[in-house]
Antibody, heavy 123, light 108 residues
Framework: QVQVVESGGGVVQPGKSLRLSCAAS????????MHWVRQAPDKGLEWVAV????????YYADSVKGRFTISRDYSKNTLYLQMNSLRDEDTAVYYC????????????????WGQGTLVTVSS | DIQMTQSPSTLSAFVGDRVTITCRAS??????LAWYQQKPGKAPKLLIY???TLESGVPSRFSGSGSETEFTLTISSLQPDDFATYYC??????????FGGGTKVEIK
């Protein structure tokens, strides 16, 4: 069955960096765009970034553009989110999510989500 | 950026009630609107996409409707498993994929 499992969260000081990973299984990873979505404690959902099925196209929310980088490793079926210059407001549970549609024309909504990994930015 | 506003923010209802949640967009999102259900400590679950298409495996008591700037999620007969928080999401273009603030459905 389709599974995505995030890891790499933790406590980090403001201004520091952290890399999140998302291991995918149960589907052809190379055929789907993948997204990161975050949720601050007791708050709503915020889309963060997307990478196309072939890795050629990436988009970011304005709130993280220039600080976060999304990437993927097809040999490991793994999605990454490199987070630099972290701020207090980046504190959230970060979810990895699969785009609902295969191929280049992304659906821009999400059919499988991981359980999330908590990132806490605090001095 | 397009803003999505959900109402009400909290809703109290009995099992068996018909429940309607509204999502309003600050400008037209055509029909590019999805709904998710989230239970405490869990990831969101896709219920409906393209305004009214039910995701595979989602019970038929859930339905969606609307267009342009106003959309609704209806639960025809609320079940115990439906008590959760519901989010709408528009998906016109990148990077503007925006969620509503959520509607918490509580037991009355």
């Amino acid at each position: 069955q389709v599974q995505v499992v995030e890891s790499g969260g933790g406590v980090v000081q403001p201004g520091k960096s952290l890399r999140l990973s998302c291991a995918a299984s149960g589907f052809t990873f190379s055929r789907y765009a993948m997204h990161w979505v975050r949720q601050a404690p007791d708050k709503g959902l915020e889309w963060v970034a997307v990478i196309s099925y072939d890795g050629s196209t990436k988009y970011y929310a304005d709130s993280v553009k220039g600080r976060f980088t999304i990437s993927r490793d097809y040999s490991k079926n793994t999605l990454y989110l490199q987070m630099n210059s972290l701020r207090d407001e980046d504190t959230a549970v970060y979810y990895c999510a699969r785009d609902r549609r295969m191929g280049g024309q992304t659906a821009k909504h999400f059919d499988y989500w991981g359980q999330g990994t908590l990132v806490t930015v605090s001095s | 950026d397009i803003q999505m506003t959900q109402s009400p923010s909290t809703l109290s209802a009995f099992v068996g009630d018909r429940v309607t949640i509204t999502c309003r967009a600050s400008q037209s999102v055509t029909g590019w609107l999805a709904w998710y259900q989230q239970k405490p400590g869990k990831a969101p679950k896709l219920l409906i996409y393209d305004t009214s298409t039910l995701e595979s495996g989602v019970p038929s008591r859930f339905s969606g409707s609307g267009s342009e700037t106003e959309f609704t999620l209806t639960i025809s007969s609320l079940q115990p498993d439906d008590f959760a928080t519901y989010y709408c999401q528009h998906y016109n273009t990148y990077p503007s994929l925006t969620f509503g603030g959520g509607t918490k459905v509580e037991i009355k």
